[in-house]
């Protein structure tokens, strides 16, 4: 059974930093883009950040392009998410989403409805 499991969540000061892992199990990723998204309470859950199946291409929202590193360890089956200089407007729940491709390829998406695995979410809050 395909799993995603996201960790590295908590409670940050403004200016602070977390990783952010997504965790798969029941398959490998291989053939997967991979992408983060945040849900704060009260708004559309929005793409923060995704990574190609081939780790070559990723994107980024503008609001987080210089502060967030998205990467991918293909041996332990896992996608990370390095968040820097963390704002209170990061507050969020983080979910990381898998979309298969039936080809080794340099794209991916920010877009919610691209995806049809998710895991279960990970809380982040920024504040001091």
């Known amino acids: 059974q395909l799993q995603l499991v996201e960790s590295g969540g908590g409670l940050v000061q403004p200016g602070g930093s977390l990783r952010l892992a997504c965790a798969a199990s029941?398959?490998?990723?291989?053939?997967?883009?991979i992408a983060w998204f945040r849900q704060a309470p009260g708004k559309e859950r929005e793409g923060v950040s995704c990574?190609?199946?081939?780790?070559?291409?990723?994107d980024y929202a503008d609001s987080v392009k210089g502060r967030f590193t998205i990467s991918r360890d293909n041996a332990k089956n896992t996608v990370f998410l390095q968040m820097n200089s963390l704002k209170p407007e990061d507050t969020a729940v983080y979910y990381c989403?898998?979309?298969?491709?039936?080809?080794?390829?340099?794209?991916?998406?920010?877009?919610?409805?691209?995806?049809?695995?998710w895991g279960q979410g990970t809380q982040v809050t920024v504040s001091s």
């Open positions: 990574i190609s199946n081939n780790g070559q291409g990723t």
């Open positions: 989403a898998a979309d298969r491709m039936g080809y080794r390829s340099d794209y991916c998406s920010l877009k919610v409805v691209v995806y049809d695995d």
């Open positions: 029941g398959f490998t990723l291989d053939y997967y883009a």
